[in-house]
């Protein structure tokens, strides 16, 4: 938790709160994978890996995890405390996906999750990781991802066939949370 906050004060505009997503959120999120058929997940943006442990505590043995953190602080973290030769971390940006799985001959996947912030980045950036997320996940893959605010709505309609809404209010900040199909 504390490396969490001093991050946030450190890079406000990378951290969307000032502390990790709830349960409620990681659990509602999460329950919509299909992890029997799961192969190959993304998490953009883990932090401290609230989701990540649980993403390694539910996926199957022979399937592959790719974790991209732009924090280099996040990347020790991760690394040191979730140890599992099934995840590879990335010091990198989400925006290079596609670069990403060829250097380590992954297809398509299955999951991308975030949590990123696209409220706090560029209009560019954040529209390149969208267009790179949907063409990396196989037609019946799905994107993933919790925003504090509705502002990215119309843009996830735009990039993405079909995207549906929920919301998850016991998180601090209360949070919607998207599903995407290419």
């Not at 010091?91 to 696209?118: C, K, M, N, T, W």
Request: aromatic share 10%; charged share 20%.
């Amino acid at each position: 938790m504390a490396l969490f906050a001093r991050n946030f004060f450190k890079h406000p505009k990378m951290l969307g709160s000032i502390i990790p997503s709830s349960r409620f959120l990681v659990r509602r999120m999460l329950n919509h994978i299909d992890w029997q058929r799961t192969r190959v997940l993304v998490e953009y943006g883990p932090g401290v890996g609230t989701f990540t442990r649980e993403i390694l505590r539910q996926m199957p043995a022979d399937a592959a995890l790719i974790v991209i953190e732009t924090n280099e602080d996040f990347v020790d973290y991760i690394q040191r405390v979730y140890p599992d030769p099934r995840m590879q971390v990335v010091h990198g940006s989400a925006a290079d996906i596609e670069q990403i799985l060829a250097e380590r001959d992954l297809g398509q996947v299955d999951y991308v999750i975030a949590g990123i912030p696209f409220s706090t980045l560029p209009g560019h950036v954040g529209e390149s990781i969208l267009n790179a997320t949907r063409k990396v996940i196989s037609p019946a893959g799905t994107f993933l991802l919790y925003q504090f605010s509705p502002r990215l709505l119309p843009t996830l309609h735009r990039t993405f066939s079909k995207v549906s809404r929920e919301f998850e209010p016991i998180n601090f900040l209360p949070a919607h949370f998207y599903r995407c199909k290419p």
